[in-house]
């Protein structure tokens, strides 16, 4: 990989330079309070970050929160990040309440040796994810003008062709930071060529945001593992009733055929927890999955199928896990996403688990994030990468 890095910039001196770092700040934020409720992301930037204070640099962070529509909207407000990196960082970070205006130009121009600015959420602004090569561009002209170098750091976001991740890269010298690097060190290790028997477990409300990754994996993989709420299509296409549970009508053919074709690899539940609501405290048992009553719903998987998983994981060499086995949220509901997460954990295996939503999980679960192999911060990014894609982030710097 023809790739600078953030060793090579520091190698040159950053002392008094502006460096501009594209972060995944993306932290899942409570409903009802707005606090962050895991700041895995924010820390896995730390060691980029402190290396650039370090050094003397004027660090510019930027990054993206939530999906707002290209206009500024205080519930994706990136101030909290700012109060909580700074925490973490034990110096205080200057907030900029917007991302490329006055706050911005005074809050960079401001900026002493080895102190910390964040940018205001990159989505406030339209040219940050427009498809329009010349919006993108003149809003990536503005965000570079912050930085004398730029270190990509956001692998969250890597997937996403976006001014702050495809654009500016082609405007500054630029260089991948730690968390990137060491992504795709451990992602590559996965196409390359993983130790045997390997095996996926997915997991995760809809089979179609995973049918590209299933169709990559298959010819690779020796086991894939199936729950979540994407598991009763595939069930269905077995043939079997689902109740009210989550079902995707249009891919049921589509699961159909990926079962015929998977050469038996691809593992579904045996039995499910099947409750009378979508609720923390809705009436639930447990049945076999040709049992599953016409007005219940599935919510998680079973023990039984827990024990078959956790069989065949306990014999894996690779592991690569995205994706939570049920509503892990609801207590009532976790046992699944509890299981398989230990099965792995004790498994003598290299395990990576991908993806926002398993890394939350873990973490929520209270499980030992260091009996993993590795938690990647990228959900769609770090599955794209297993499929075998080009990534806009990851080209724009090898570039
Ligand atoms: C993520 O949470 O997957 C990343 O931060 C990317 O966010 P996006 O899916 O809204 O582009
Ligand atoms: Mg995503």
Same mark, same amino acid.
């Given at each position: ?11 040159? =001196?950053?002392?008094?330079? $502006?460096?501009?770092?594209? !972060? ?37 962070? #930027? ?34 309440? %917007? ?9 960079? !121009? ?11 959420? /990159? ?10 090569? !010349? ?21 969250? !976001? ?12 082609? $405007? ?14 451990? /992602? ?20 179609? %945001?995973? /049918? ?6 298959? *010819? ?10 994407? #598991? ?7 043939? /079997? ?13 589509? #699961? ?23 609720? *923390? ?6 049945? $076999? ?83 993993? =192999? ?17 990534? *806009? ?7």
């Amino acid at each position: 990989m023809s790739i600078r890095t953030l060793d090579d910039l520091l190698a040159e =001196g950053v002392s008094g330079r $502006r460096v501009l770092v594209r !972060a995944d700040l993306n932290v899942p934020l409570d409903k009802q309070t707005g606090a962050i409720t895991d700041d895995g992301r924010i820390r896995a930037v730390l060691p980029t970050l402190g290396a650039l204070v370090e050094a003397g640099a004027k660090v510019v962070v #930027c990054s993206h929160l939530g999906r707002p529509k290209g206009a500024p909207d205080p519930q994706f407000s990136l101030g909290p990040v700012a109060g909580r990196l700074g925490e973490l960082l034990g110096a205080p970070v200057h907030f900029a309440t %917007d991302t490329v205006g006055d706050s911005a130009r005074s809050t960079v !121009a401001d900026l002493a040796d080895g102190q910390v600015a964040l940018l205001e959420n /990159l989505r406030f602004n339209a040219g940050e994810t427009s498809k329009d090569e !010349a919006e993108r561009g003149a809003f990536a002209d503005q965000l570079a003008a912050f930085g004398d170098a730029y270190v990509d750091d956001a692998f969250g !976001a890597v997937h996403r062709k976006h001014a702050s991740v495809f654009d500016v890269p082609a $405007r500054l010298p630029h260089v991948a930071g730690r968390l990137v690097l060491r992504e795709v060190e451990v /992602l590559s290790k996965l196409t390359g060529a993983p130790e045997r028997p390997y095996v996926v477990v997915l997991g995760g409300s809809k089979v179609s %945001d995973k /049918l590209a990754v299933i169709e990559a994996l298959l *010819p690779t993989v020796d086991r894939l593992l199936i729950g979540g709420g994407m #598991c009763f299509t595939f069930l269905k296409a077995q043939g /079997l009733e689902v109740g009210t549970s989550l079902l995707e009508k249009d891919m049921v053919e589509t #699961c159909r055929n990926l079962l015929e074709r998977s050469g038996g690899k691809i593992m579904l539940p045996v039995d499910v927890v099947v409750a009378d609501a979508f609720a *923390p405290d809705a009436a639930h048992d447990t049945v $076999r999955v040709d049992g599953i009553p016409s007005h219940r719903l599935g919510l998680d998987v079973g023990p039984e199928t827990v024990a078959g998983f956790s069989a065949t994981l306990s014999q894996a060499k690779t592991i690569f896990w995205n994706g939570p086995m049920g509503v892990f949220e609801m207590p009532a509901f976790a046992a699944g996403t509890r299981g398989i997460a230990e099965a792995i954990t004790k498994a003598d295996a290299f395990s990576v688990v991908g993806g926002g939503d398993s890394a939350a999980a873990v973490r929520a679960l209270g499980l030992d994030e260091s009996s993993f =192999g590795h938690i990647s911060t990228g959900g769609g990014a770090s599955l794209e990468y297993l499929e075998g894609k080009t990534l *806009p982030g990851i080209a724009a710097l090898e570039n």
